[in-house]
């Protein structure tokens, strides 16, 4: 549970970006998706991370569409998850 927790305030860390939308949509798949999702699809969300903050922005608003089809679905899941109050 320890380097669960531990992993989870990196990864909450690398989410912060230089746009809050951007911390917010980052943070809400780490928050709702992350635990549960197979280890295929957390490399992709580690991908995405390594990102540059324009490009995410193109492709998290929906102006643009990444080449690469894993990115591209999960950029769709982020883009699609229900906001929690």
Not at 38 to 57: G, K, T
């Amino acid at each position: 549970m320890m380097d669960q927790d531990v992993e989870l305030k990196k990864l909450r860390w690398r989410c912060r970006r230089g746009m809050m939308e951007l911390d917010i949509l980052l943070g809400r798949w780490l928050d709702q998706r992350w635990r549960q999702s197979p280890s295929e699809q957390r490399d992709v969300f580690l991908r995405l991370l390594a990102c540059e903050d324009d490009i995410l922005w193109r492709w998290l608003s929906g102006l643009e569409k990444p080449a690469d089809y894993a990115l591209a679905d999960l950029v769709e899941h982020i883009r699609n998850l229900p906001i929690r109050a």
